[in-house]
């Protein structure tokens, strides 16, 4: 059974860090791309950043441009986002997503097949 699991959400004030964590189990990671994406209340669900099979090529979301890192280690099936200078709009429930069709695109989720449930992040003071 192909399954994703986020962690690493949590509180954080405004200008913290957060890391979090996506753990992938039933398929082989490096066959897959993986998009981030988050939804806050009342708002449609936003691409964040993905990443390549193998980790050589990122997109980025103009919002989380310079203060996002994501990251994979397939070894470990495990995929990363680093977020650094938070900021409350950022606040939402992040999910991770995983692409079999090989585009790495945060415009849409229409290109991800699988899903995991979320966690949720709140940046506030």
Do not use: H
């Amino acid at each position: 059974q192909l399954q994703l699991v986020e962690s690493g959400g949590g509180l954080v004030q405004p200008g913290g860090s957060l890391r979090l964590s996506c753990a992938a189990s039933g398929f082989t990671l490096d066959t897959y791309v993986i998009g981030w994406f988050r939804q806050a209340p009342g708002k449609e669900r936003e691409g964040v950043s993905c990443i390549s099979r193998r980790g050589s090529s990122t997109n980025y979301a103009d919002s989380v441009k310079g203060r996002f890192t994501i990251s994979r280690d397939n070894a470990k099936g495990m995929v990363y986002l680093q977020m650094n200078s938070l900021k409350p709009e950022d606040t939402a429930v992040y999910y991770c997503a995983a692409g079999s069709r090989g585009l790495c695109t945060v415009r849409t989720g229409s290109w991800y097949d699988v899903w995991g449930q979320g966690t949720q992040v709140t940046v506030s003071s």
